[in-house]
């Protein structure tokens, strides 16, 4: 085993890799850039190196550096992670070069897994089934139109070189094709540098299942079953879960098997996952076809660790350093059933737009670090809630990584146990002060399709009508919780005073306290009343209930109102006020008159980036008459596209910045005149 590591990244994964390091008595060494300066990653390793400003391409990915600094600390080895160097296959030749171990599979099984279109035709040499598609050289326009034409619509066109969901277009008739085509080569051009196609059926119904593979030097290949990835949006993973519902056994097997010969046609070691798009045929069995090979451990395979309970990074370690795989194919069985969430920082009712802000309130669930078992035996105290994170309480989310903050990942000894904790994990997961797709997760969970394992790539899609824009908790619970907490916080003051009188509530003198509140862009004002017999009665759009709270600490109240009760934790920062009960949350604002004066101002002829990011392109040039809602600018945040399109008909004026510049929240992108 090495004695010290570098990992070569950031946020959950590298904390993640630390954990494992650390309890394999194996030293750490994180690397970080200007913004990662005070990260949890850096703390979670032993040791340190700054390598550069905060765009990936000034710090992670600039692979020189992290050699260097893997020679000054006398790390014998690299882990990658996900994403940033892990399938770079120049990076992983660098470190045979200079002698430092590659935690990955060999850098030529990287290159043959690095184009979609090259690995389609490797899989189609070892007999793995492909969607029906053209994955050859010819990338000419009228050549490839006249492929999806033979392959029939929808058909996907694909970036070779995609990742990430980008660089995907579903075409559904032929006269669209060869605006989708130009449109996807810009993006594959601009994101890969790389504008090569392949096109294949569109599957309809898909689902996502993969098969995770581990190779060993002694060149032995098992896989730990699969994950189900379905529910996704925009292409990218929302949920995932081991096993797969409806899975069979003969299927599963057959599966395995076609993975671990796509691993060994590449001559694989390490952690890898196979792709497959699945769709059902009769009897509710799944006909499976290869996508693709990710080269490096992925974000999803907590769920793997917690049914199989093995540690695959402890694995990962072993391999690198030369020993043979901790388990045989026939040692390893399914236990129960896991499923992940994705917490990101993202605005779900908003296209999923990213988000960036501080930390100001992260609570989590009970939960362990993670699944310590490196045993598969020992199941006697499977971990039920597990918590992936990089970040703490007041930590920034920066607009330079990815939108993805922390993991979420529950056990049970079935699915309906699991779907159950993870209801109940979500509910306790707090965060203040940005948005996050966590109250949509629950949503998502709960839906009718989740819930019965109706799992095929549109699930968000289909249940639209019950996953966005929906309502937070009731505008009189949240006053309640307002309330209990100013109440608490007076009390406490009274309190600490040794000779105030303890006989109950007092309000600044006065028996009645008013709340002005605000909610979206609307004011309320609720108010609390002291009555004769000293009950408390709690007043809202002239509506009024009884009202009492006690204080439960950490910022917990049993709150009634009414008839109900009501547990909830409110969190008040500054002018904001959280509150969550068990069916959701609001958060309101302690209203400002003052705020208020300019909000009539209006933004006029001006066009502003609506997050921070880098302008991909602009579809409009100064001087062009444009119509309301049309597309005037591609900007790209946290690995995501975002189209801003015109407010209003009008005549672009000037373009403020140029393709490939970074722009701030609210920079002016360009002017429009009447
Ligand atoms: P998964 O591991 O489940 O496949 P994703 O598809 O979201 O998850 O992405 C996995 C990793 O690939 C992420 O860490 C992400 O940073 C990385 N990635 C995404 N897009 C790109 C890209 N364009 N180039 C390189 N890596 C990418
Ligand atoms: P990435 O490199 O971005 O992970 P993949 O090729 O793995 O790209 O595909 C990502 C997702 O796109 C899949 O999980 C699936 O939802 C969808 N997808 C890919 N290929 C097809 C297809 N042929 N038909 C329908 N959906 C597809
Ligand atoms: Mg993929």
New binding site residues.
């Given amino acids: 085993m090495f004695k010290k590591i570098l990992i070569a990244n950031r946020g959950e994964i590298a904390c993640r890799v630390a954990e494992t390091a650390r309890r394999l008595g194996v030293l750490t060494v994180a690397v970080y850039s200007d913004a990662d300066a005070q990260a949890q990653h850096v703390r979670a390793c032993d040791e340190a190196v700054h390598i550069g400003g905060n765009a990936a391409k000034d710090s992670y990915l600039q692979w020189q550096r992290i050699l260097d600094a893997a020679r000054a600390t006398g790390a014998q080895a690299v882990h990658p992670g996900y994403g940033f160097l892990s399938e770079n296959e120049a990076f992983a030749r660098a470190c045979a070069e200079a002698g430092v171990v590659f935690i990955g599979p060999p850098a030529s099984a990287i290159a043959a897994m690095g184009s979609?279109s090259a690995a389609k035709s490797l899989m189609e040499q070892a007999g793995v089934p492909l969607?029906p598609?053209y994955h050859g050289d010819n990338n000419e326009p009228a050549f490839l139109q006249a492929q999806a034409e033979r392959i029939g619509f929808p058909v996907?066109i694909?970036a070779s070189a995609?990742?990430?969901?980008?660089?995907?277009r579903?075409v559904d008739k032929a006269e669209d094709f060869l605006a989708a085509l130009a449109s996807c080569q810009r993006e594959a051009k601009a994101s890969f540098g790389d504008d090569h196609v392949l096109v294949?059926?569109?599957?309809?119904k898909?689902r996502?299942i993969e098969i995770q593979v581990f190779g060993d030097t002694q060149g032995d290949c098992v896989y730990l079953f699969e994950r189900d990835?379905?529910v996704?949006r925009r292409?990218?993973?929302v949920l995932e879960e081991a096993p797969a519902p409806g899975m069979s056994e003969v299927r599963r097997a057959e599966m395995g098997a076609a993975a671990v010969a796509a691993a060994k046609a590449v001559g694989y070691v390490g952690a890898g996952t196979v792709?497959f798009?699945a769709e059902e045929v009769g009897d509710g069995d799944l006909r499976f076809?290869f996508?693709?090979m990710?080269t490096r451990l992925q974000v999803e395979h907590p769920v793997t660790e917690a049914i199989t309970g093995h540690d695959l990074v402890e694995w990962q370690l072993r391999v690198a350093s030369g020993e043979p795989l901790p388990a045989k194919q026939d040692d390893l069985k399914i236990h129960g059933h896991a499923i992940e969430a994705r917490i990101c920082a993202e605005n779900p009712d908003a296209n999923f737009l990213p988000a960036t802000g501080t930390l100001q309130v992260l609570r989590w669930p009970a939960h362990v670090g993670f699944r310590r078992n490196a045993d598969a035996e020992r199941f006697h105290e499977p971990a039920t809630v597990r918590v992936d994170a990089g970040v703490r309480e007041g930590d920034a989310i920066s607009p330079f990584y990815d939108s993805m903050v922390a993991k979420l990942i529950v056990w049970g000894a079935d699915r309906a146990q699991a779907l159950a904790r993870l209801d109940s994990a979500l509910r306790d997961t707090h965060i203040v002060g940005l948005h996050t797709n966590v109250a949509f997760l629950r949503r998502v969970v709960a839906s009718r399709s989740f819930a019965t394992a109706d799992l095929d790539?549109a699930l968000i899609e289909r249940e639209r009508p019950v996953l966005f824009d929906a309502p937070g908790l009731p505008l009189p619970v949240a006053a309640a919780g307002v309330m209990a907490q100013a109440l608490a916080a007076e009390t406490a003051l009274e309190s600490a005073d040794p000779w105030s009188r303890r006989d109950g509530w007092r309000i600044h003198g006065g028996a009645r306290r008013r709340f002005d509140l605000e909610l979206g862009k609307t004011h309320h004002v609720a108010t609390m009343e002291r009555l004769h017999d000293g009950a408390l009665r709690l007043g809202l759009g002239g509506e009024f209930w009884p009202f009492s709270a006690q204080a439960l600490g950490h910022d917990r109240y049993d709150v009634t109102l009414g008839r109900e009760r009501h547990t909830l934790a409110v969190y008040l920062r500054g002018e904001r006020v959280a509150v969550f009960g068990a069916h959701g949350s609001l958060e309101l604002q302690e209203f400002d008159p003052i705020a208020h004066a300019g909000d009539a101002a209006g933004t006029g002829g001006r066009l502003t980036a609506p997050m921070p990011g880098k302008v991909i392109a602009f579809l409009a040039k100064a001087g062009d008459v444009v119509e309301a809602g049309q597309p005037l600018a591609v900007m790209e945040a946290m690995k995501m596209e975002h189209t801003i399109t015109a407010p209003r008909a009008g005549t672009v004026a000037e373009l403020m910045y140029a393709v490939g510049d970074q722009v701030a929240e609210g920079g002016e992108l360009l002017r429009l005149s009447e």
Avoid at 200 to 204: A, D, F, H, K, L
């Fill in positions: 979609k969607v598609g996907l694909k995609g990742g990430g969901g980008r660089g995907m579903r294949e059926r569109y599957v309809t898909p996502h990835c379905s996704q292409h990218q993973k792709e798009i076809y996508m693709e990710n790539t």
